[in-house]
C-alpha cells in the first residue's frame, strides 16, 4: 500500500497556474456565484452562507471556459454558464451527503449534517433551479436539453448505485456505466458548453465531449481511489465511507476476481461492514494489487481523453485541457 500510495501522490498534479491565466474570467464567475448564493432572508441566509465560504476546486466552470476558449478570445456567456455549471454541482452534491449521510463537505459540516435532510433536499433544489434560471438565459435549447439529459443520467445513476449496495456480482461494466451516467456526462456537458457557445464545429464538439467523458471516468475512479488512500485533512470528506455504506467499487469489484474474492465476498454481503472489516478489505485490496489496477483503469482513461483533443487546433487552452486530464488523476483531494 505504501509503495502505491507514493507512487499516487508522487506525481500530484496541480492546475495553479491555470486558474491564475484564467483569474479575470474566473473572478466574474465568483462573482455570479456569489450573487446566486445571496439569500436577504437572515434565516436563509445562514443556511446558504456556508456554500459562499467554502469552495471546492471549481474545476467545471474551468472546464467550460478552457473548452470555449479553444475557440474563441469572448468568454462573456462562457462565464454565466460556469457559473450555471457550478450551481449545478453544488446542488448535487448537497444532495448526495444526504443520500452518503455524509457529514464533511470541503473540510465542513455538511447542509444535512447542519440543518437535517429536510432542509438539505430543498436547498439542493433551491440552488438547482437558480442555476437553471441562469441558463435559461443563454436561451440556447440545445444546452437546456443537454442538461436535461445529463441530470436525469445523474439520478438515475446514483440511484442505480444504491440498488447495488451490498451487491458482490456487481461487475466492472456495471461500474463504468455507473461512473458515466452519475459523474463523467456531467463533465462532458461542460466541455460541450464551452464549444457551443464558442460556435465550434460539430465535429469540435463532439470531440470535447469525447474529452470531458473520458476525463470524467478517470476524475471518479480517482474520486473512488481517494476514498481508500486519501487522506481525511486533504480530501475534506470521510474516507473509507463508500463501502461503509455498501458501495461497491472499482478496486474491490478487482479483488473480487482474484484468489481474496471470496472473503471479500462474505464482508459485503453480511450487509454491515464495520472498520475492522473495511482494514481486512483494505489489505487484501493491497495484496492482489487492486488499487493499482483501478489506477490503471483510470490513467488509460486519461490517455483516451486527451487523444479525443488532436483534432483541435494548438491553443493555450487545449495544452491546459491535457493539464486538466492528467490532474483528475493524479489530484490529492
Ligand atoms: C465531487 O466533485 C463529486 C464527484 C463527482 C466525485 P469534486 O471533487 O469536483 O468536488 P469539489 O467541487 O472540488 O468539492
Ligand atoms: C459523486 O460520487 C456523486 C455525484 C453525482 C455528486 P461520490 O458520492 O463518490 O462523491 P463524493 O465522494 O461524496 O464527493
Ligand atoms: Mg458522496
Ligand atoms: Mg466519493
Request: charged letters at 30%; aromatic letters at 8%; proline letters at 2%.
Amino acid at each position: 500500500m505504501i509503495d502505491f500510495v507514493r507512487k499516487f501522490s508522487a506525481e500530484a498534479g496541480t492546475i495553479r497556474e491555470i486558474r491564475s491565466r484564467l483569474s479575470e474570467p474566473m473572478g466574474l464567475v465568483e462573482q455570479e456565484l456569489s450573487r446566486l448564493f445571496h439569500e436577504d432572508e437572515l434565516l436563509l441566509g445562514k443556511v446558504f452562507r456556508p456554500l459562499k465560504r467554502h469552495v471546492g476546486k471549481r474545476l467545471r466552470p474551468l472546464l467550460v471556459l478552457l473548452s470555449a476558449e479553444c475557440f474563441t478570445s469572448d468568454l462573456s456567456r462562457a462565464v454565466k454558464v460556469a457559473a450555471c455549471a457550478e450551481m449545478v454541482h453544488t446542488a448535487t452534491l448537497i444532495h448526495d451527503d444526504v443520500v452518503d449521510r455524509s457529514n464533511l463537505r470541503r473540510g465542513m459540516a455538511t447542509l444535512n449534517s447542519t440543518w437535517g435532510n429536510k432542509v438539505a433536499v430543498l436547498a439542493g433544489d433551491s440552488v438547482f433551479t437558480k442555476a437553471l434560471d441562469l441558463l435559461v438565459d443563454q436561451q440556447s435549447f440545445r444546452l437546456l436539453k443537454s442538461m436535461t439529459y445529463m441530470f436525469t443520467e445523474m439520478a438515475n445513476g446514483e440511484i442505480l448505485q444504491i440498488l447495488n449496495y451490498y451487491n458482490a456480482d456487481v461487475t466492472m461494466e456495471d461500474y463504468i456505466q455507473r461512473i458515466k451516467r452519475k459523474t463523467a456526462l456531467f463533465l462532458a456537458y461542460c466541455c460541450e458548453a464551452g464549444a457551443v457557445l464558442a460556435g465550434a464545429s460539430e465535429e469540435e464538439i463532439e470531440a470535447l465531449k469525447e474529452y470531458g467523458l473520458k476525463m470524467g471516468l478517470a476524475f471518479q475512479v480517482a474520486d473512488d481511489l481517494l476514498d481508500f488512500i486519501g487522506d481525511e485533512s486533504k480530501v475534506g470528506k470521510p474516507v473509507c465511507s463508500d463501502l461503509r455504506e455498501g458501495n461497491v467499487t472499482l478496486p474491490v469489484i478487482h479483488a473480487l476476481q482474484t484468489s481474496a474474492g471470496e472473503e471479500i465476498r462474505q464482508i459485503i454481503e453480511a450487509d454491515e461492514i464495520t472498520g475492522d472489516d473495511i482494514k481486512t478489505i483494505l489489505a487484501l485490496l493491497e495484496r492482489e494489487k487492486s488499487l493499482e489496477y483501478a489506477y490503471e483503469v483510470a490513467e488509460n482513461y486519461v490517455k483516451e481523453a486527451i487523444a479525443a483533443l488532436d483534432i483541435l487546433e494548438p491553443s493555450q487552452a487545449k495544452k491546459d485541457l491535457v493539464k486538466v486530464a492528467w490532474y483528475a488523476l493524479h489530484r490529492q483531494y
